[in-house]
């Protein structure tokens, strides 16, 4: 995310004081707040190697606000089509078309060794009414994450009882290994991902696990000094289709964006 400095109004200056002397003594504090804002327009959304809008666009967009404490927060949202998408067998009755992403959490580097740390929680919120018998999509996690230059790696822990749709969810965790190497001084950067999702509980006498898979992902993304962000990458994942994942959403997707970030 980008830093926006805060402009601060300084008081107590004598109005006879020139104005070139007020420029020459007086010192503007960099403040310790930051706020940046995203929005995206995208093929279709992606998560954790699935589709989440049936292969259409996806109108994404953000808020974060830092602290120079490490302290941060945000909100995200985007469209959604998965919790609809089975007809009279889905997830939701009705609703069920956005996702929103509240989340908090420090962040820093350990004793200035270029290793970066992110700790956190994420709830995932997906407003609608869900039908009956059916667990809630809502979710909780816990995160922890650790960089080092352009590689970085994070892990991400399930504390709410129900998940995504699945009952009994709470353990399921999801690890994960990203790169994004910049290609010299182009403004390129090669964008590398592999994950692991292991689901905990059991349901209706199905063990969760039964879902468990990879995925992965290619792609390149130039980026802008005025914030802009264009790119592409390929995704897929080993998710088994017998098991009861929606087949449009397992299969091999490409996606392209263009993102705007203030």
Same mark, same amino acid.
């Given at each position: ?81 998965? @919790?609809? *998408?089975? $007809?009279? %067998?889905?997830?939701?009755?009705? #609703? ?7 989340? &908090? !959490? ?76 910049? @290609?010299? *001084?182009? $403004?390129? %950067?090669?964008?590398?991902?592999? #994950? ?7 349901? &209706? !006498? ?57």
């Amino acid at each position: 995310m980008k830093r926006n400095l805060v402009i601060v109004a300084l008081f107590g200056l004598g109005s006879a004081l020139p104005l070139t002397s007020m420029a020459q003594d007086a010192v503007v504090p960099e403040s310790a707040h930051a706020y940046s804002a995203n929005i995206g327009l995208f093929s279709q959304y992606i998560w954790r190697g699935m589709t989440q809008t049936g292969k259409q666009p996806a109108l994404q967009g953000g808020f974060d606000y830092t602290h120079a404490s490490g302290f941060y927060a945000g909100a995200w949202v985007s469209n959604v089509s998965w @919790l609809k *998408d089975g $007809g009279a %067998a889905s997830l939701y009755k009705s #609703g069920g078309t956005v996702e929103l992403d509240l989340y &908090g !959490g420090f962040a820093g580097e350990l004793a200035e060794t270029g290793i970066g740390y992110d700790l956190g929680v994420i709830q995932y919120i997906f407003p609608g009414s869900k039908r009956s018998g059916n667990p809630s999509a809502n979710a909780t996690e816990l995160y922890a994450g650790l960089s080092y230059g352009w590689l970085s790696a994070k892990y991400s822990h399930a504390v709410s009882d129900d998940a995504w749709g699945f009952d009994d969810a709470r353990g399921t965790a999801y690890y994960e290994i990203n790169a994004d190497i910049p @290609l010299g *001084d182009s $403004g390129i %950067a090669l964008n590398l991902h592999i #994950g692991s999702f292991k689901y905990d509980g059991k349901a &209706g !006498g199905v063990d969760n696990d039964e879902y468990d898979y990879e995925d992965w992902k290619i792609g390149l993304t130039r980026s802008w000094d005025n914030g802009i962000n264009v790119g592409g990458y390929w995704t897929d994942n080993n998710a088994d289709k017998s098991d009861g994942w929606n087949k449009a959403m397992t299969e091999g997707q490409f996606t392209v964006f263009v993102q705007k970030v203030f």
